[in-house]
């Protein structure tokens, strides 16, 4: 049980994380995975894998870049609201233990999808309006 609500916390965590920046959370959990920190769902064992770490490494290091050219991260923020929507679902589907299915994948779409859109929304509202 304890184990439990902790993968849920951790997927929450992580789903809100992912609104901020999308590739960074994956990375880490990639590197938890690939270095035997955190337990992965048996279908998403494939996040620890080092073609994973290093495709998600470069996708971190090239949305940090962006981050600070404001065109460039104006723009990717037009698509990085749906993508942190799928990515937040996807952590929390990866991280959560011990519930069936149903239930994973209904506090996967709603906590993780939905917390992770309205964290980067928030974000990408407020740095279009510092940004004019």
Do not use: C, H, Q
Request: aromatic content about 10%; overall charge negative.
């Amino acid at each position: 049980m304890t184990e439990t609500l902790l993968s849920i916390f951790l997927g929450i965590g992580l789903s809100a994380s992912v609104g901020f920046r999308v590739f960074l959370p994956l990375f880490a959990l990639s590197l938890a995975a690939y270095f035997n920190l955190w337990e992965l769902n048996e279908s998403w064992l494939w996040i620890g894998s080092t073609t994973a770490v290093v495709t998600l490494g470069i996708a971190t290091v090239v949305e940090i870049v962006a981050y600070y050219i404001p065109v460039i991260d104006n723009a990717l923020d037009t698509i990085a609201i749906p993508l942190a929507t799928i990515a937040g679902t996807a952590v929390m589907v990866s991280t959560v233990a011990d519930l069936s299915p149903v239930i994973t994948w209904a506090l996967a779409i709603i906590a993780g999808g939905g917390t992770a859109a309205v964290v980067k929304s928030s974000a990408s509202t407020a740095r279009l309006g510092s940004t004019v």
